[in-house]
């Protein structure tokens, strides 16, 4: 790995707060941590109901609980993530390692295609199951909010994948470009190996080869 990948070469500088909080990463990432609080908070508070012919309190889309716990446990995971992230992006510039810079990014890019993926899962499953869902005892206003910012999820969380690839991009570039071969590199204390066969010694005294030579008496 080379030192200067992934933007190690200029790690040490000091922290500023103002350039950090107008990141478009920063920005977005403190969008889907209020999108996440949005949908597993209105779950938790008023996603179950209960109905007269039931004793158990059942979840407002279409009574499947399983649709709640789902929603509640992706947006409970983006909110801890976004935090994790968002002080690995404000530790970042002072990381001089490049191979933990390599980690970070690769971690980063990992985790948001995942919850692009899975916040679109639970954008369809709602919708899905809000269609079946019998209005008569349900709250229409908080199920439409999960539903909602569980699109805008999608959304910025597929921006932060976008952004993520293009740092990771770019740190591969930079390792390409600092790249040397060793056989090119005239710096190096230690001559390159021979590229070419070099014949064997006293090969010229050898006869032919496959050629029967009678004894000379």
């Not at 790690?11 to 920063?26: H, I, L, N, W, Y």
């Not at 007269?52 to 709640?68: G, I, P, V």
């Not at 993520?164 to 710096?187: I, M």
Request: glycine content about 6%; some cysteine; overall charge negative.
């Amino acid at each position: 790995m080379q030192s200067n990948a992934y933007g190690a070469s200029l790690a040490g500088g000091a922290f500023d707060f103002e350039s950090f909080v107008k990141k478009p990463q920063t920005i977005l990432r403190f969008l889907s941590w209020v999108f996440s609080i949005v949908v597993f908070a209105s779950i938790t508070a008023e996603g179950y109901i209960n109905p007269k012919t039931q004793a158990e309190t059942k979840c407002m889309f279409n009574n499947n609980d399983s649709a709640c716990s789902y929603a509640v446990g992706i947006g409970i995971l983006a909110f801890l993530g976004c935090v994790i992230f968002l002080l690995l992006d404000a530790y970042f510039p002072n990381i001089s390692n490049a191979k933990e810079r390599k980690y970070i990014v690769i971690g980063d890019l990992t985790f948001s295609g995942a919850w692009t993926f899975l916040w679109f899962i639970c954008f369809c499953v709602l919708t899905n199951q809000w269609t079946k869902t019998n209005m008569e005892f349900v709250m229409a206003d908080p199920a439409r909010a999960v539903i909602a910012f569980s699109f805008f999820s999608v959304i910025t969380w597929a921006l932060l994948s976008y952004f993520a690839l293009g740092r990771y991009r770019q740190g591969v570039s930079e390792f390409n470009q600092d790249y040397t071969d060793p056989a090119q590199d005239h710096s190096s204390p230690y001559p390159p190996a021979p590229s070419s066969y070099q014949q064997a010694p006293f090969s010229n005294n050898q006869g032919p080869q496959g050629e029967y030579q009678p004894p000379t008496y």
